[in-house]
């Protein structure tokens, strides 16, 4: 008999993927202007820590929230003591006020629709609990955050079929491909669920249009068992608000609030991004199902968020004044750091998707290989890693079906370290080093990357972390 389940000792969560080794090398040798400045730079971290300043400013003038007081009289043994799980009254209602603000109130959000879960990660698991049985699918656009192979599927045992999208143009989701990727589903024999994807987008750093979300509102509308999911952890940081468009806002102009898909439409919100507070494991799921808010709020037991938390960001939230000019000045910051980063890498050659949100860009880098593979694009990856001493993230861990393309975010340091970072590049560049890995062979490798479809390679990726892992009687 096993010691432990079959859950436990299978290679299923993801944590092989280059997106966690790259973080592993970066811990073991991480960058310090002053104890280690030959150290790895942290690249591959979609943090933003531009904005600290304005929250530890409000911070200093609110003293009596971070002290957990009302009025001047402690609160301590009111917080220490048992919350019902649903979450307090007052946070609540600031999370969906300030939702509503970062649409520029465009659509308003009722925080009875609010389940609160221990950050983003564990929100969209709820969701994949309460709208899918195990060997269900999903469909994702590529590329696509690599913690998705882990949050959607490890515990849940829901499997992900890519929506292909290339740079042809720009990583858009097209109907063809959507439709595709169902058939594609159909093949395997899986039960569509739903589709799932981050607006704006990660790891590209853009929104989803207009043509998009109605490519897959009219998807839906016809697959009557289908949900449309939005990831909007990243809404705040759209460089203008009026380009980010939420799918509520979909719901609400195209009249659909009284039809079935209206029930069939979730968004997943955090403010690990927009405010800068990933330590603080705040995220939402918003539902206008009630059957969904339901179970989201029983599962919601196994991660909830903490009583002092709620009320210091309760407080916080409830501050209007605050809260506009965050989101302008953190509007602002994101967009001249992203520029920064954009023509710096322009300055040596290297050019990036255009983009208008997030904390990161989508970087081509197809030229740096010595062939038009993944295991190129490897190579690159690891000389880049361990020589240039920079983490940055492999398109192939994004599932992105084209070598070459790499996730580099920008709000995670300090201007000084972004400098370095290009400067460090830079001298990789001029210097025209590619690992010796590429440079032999590059003519088989050629050869045998023609003889494999694009398809095959990208369903070993995406079925490998889950799928195969599985006995017959789990799949």
Known sequence: MDLLSRKATRNSHGQ??????????????????????????????????????????????????????????????????????????????????????????????????????????????????????????????????????????????????????????GFRITKLALEEAYEQAKKLNLNVKGVLITNPSNPLGTTTTQTELNILFEFISKNKNIHLVSDEIYSGTAFTSSEFISVMEILKNNQLENTDVFNRVHIVYSLSKDLGLPGFRVGAIYSNDKDVISAATKMSSFGLVSSQTQYLLSSLLSDKKFTKNYLRENQSRLKNRQRKLVTGLEAIGIGCLKSNAGLFCWVDMRHLLSSKTFEAEMDLWKKIVYEVKLNISPGSSCHCEEPGWFRVCFANMSEETLKLALKRLKKFVDNGILPRSCQVGESLSLKSSRKKTTMTTVSNWVFRLSFHDRDAEER
Not at 34 to 59: R, T, Y
Not at 70 to 89: K, M, T, V, W
Not at 122 to 134: G, Y
Request: charged letters at 20%; one cysteine or more.
């Open 16 to 169: 092989d993927s280059s997106y966690f080794l790259g973080w592993e090398e970066y811990e073991k040798n991480p960058y310090d202007v002053v104890k280690n400045p030959h150290g790895i730079i942290q690249m591959g971290l979609a943090e933003n820590q531009l904005c600290f300043d304005l929250l530890e400013s409000w911070l200093v003038q609110n003293p009596d929230a971070a002290s957990f007081k009302r009025d001047g009289q402690s609160i301590f043994r009111e917080l220490a003591l048992f919350q019902d799980y649903n979450g307090l009254c007052s946070f609540k209602n600031a999370l969906a006020d300030f939702m509503s603000e970062n649409r520029q109130n465009r659509v308003s959000f009722d925080s009875n629709n609010l389940v609160l879960t221990a950050g983003a990660t564990s929100a969209n698991e709820t969701l994949m609990f309460c709208l899918a049985n195990p060997g269900d699918a999903f469909l994702l656009p590529t590329p696509y955050y690599p913690g998705f192979d882990r949050d959607l599927k490890w515990r849940t045992g829901v499997e992900i079929v890519p929506i292909q999208c290339s740079s042809s143009n």
